[in-house]
């Protein structure tokens, strides 16, 4: 079964400043992979995903991931945050041809500070 | 609508009374999933339709929850017998036939707080 891992509970950075989130998976087969933003109060959605082509993925609001299929990962970055970007991040996966729900991470708290 | 959408938005019960919470995906996904999320255990998967296709109910965490899709569209899904740990955040997404693969959309979710 795959597994995700966001190490990060909690991510605080000041306004303009870079940002990376990480997230790791488990999977002993290729896995497609997503991230998920939840503003306040708000519901989830999707922000970039990941399914074949090329490693780097971008989302129309700046920030990017890549995935290294060496190391299992598909962190998430930022080169310069804003005050709007602070949300809970999820990272997740789906496992191809097999069941169709996603596995999320515990998510990261993005806190943008002035 | 353009998006999934879910009723009600807030649902508060006692101990031991069930529940209907509503879904309504996207206009011509056949792909809907339910998904749970709570304080605890963060976001879990519940149960999953694709089209006529029997459900994957392997997430739904006793026999007191069942789910049902009506039409290929509308689905409801019932918790019985509520109990407090049941309280959570309940979330629909629906997708196109490619199953998810393209991204799911989700809608709002339901807060259901079992008293």
């Known amino acids: 079964a795959q597994s995700v891992t966001q190490l990060d509970s909690q991510v605080p950075v000041f306004e303009e400043a870079p940002v990376e989130l990480r997230c790791n998976y488990s999977s002993s087969v290729s896995v497609y992979l997503f991230w998920y933003v939840q503003y306040p109060n708000q519901g989830l959605q999707l922000l970039l995903k990941?399914?074949?082509?090329?490693?780097l993925v971008e989302s129309i609001n700046g920030f990017e991931a890549e995935f290294n299929k060496s190391q299992t990962s598909f962190h998430l970055r930022k080169p310069s945050v804003h005050i709007s970007d602070t949300a809970e991040y999820f990272c997740?996966?789906?496992?191809?041809?097999?069941?169709?729900?996603?596995?999320f991470g515990s998510g990261t708290r993005l806190q943008v500070q002035p | 609508g353009a998006g999934v959408s879910q009723s009600p938005s807030n649902k508060v019960t006692e101990k031991g009374k069930d529940v209907e919470l509503r879904c309504d995906p996207i206009?011509?996904?056949?792909?809907l999933y339910w998904y749970r999320q709570s304080l605890g255990q963060g976001l879990e998967f519940l149960i999953y339709?694709?089209?006529?296709?029997?459900?994957?109910k392997s997430g739904l965490p006793s026999d007191r929850f069942s789910a049902e899709r009506t039409g290929g569209s509308v689905s409801t899904l019932t918790i019985q017998r509520t109990q407090q740990e049941d309280s959570a955040v309940y979330l629909c997404?629906?997708?196109?036939?490619?199953?998810?693969?393209?991204?799911?959309?989700f809608g709002p979710g339901t807060r259901l707080t079992v008293l």
């Open positions: 997404a629906s997708s196109s036939a490619r199953g998810g693969e393209v991204g799911q959309f």
């Open positions: 206009s011509g996904h056949t792909a």
């Open positions: 339709f694709q089209g006529n296709s029997a459900p994957d």
């Open positions: 990941y399914l074949s082509g090329s490693t």
């Open positions: 997740a996966v789906i496992l191809p041809g097999g069941r169709r729900a996603l596995t």
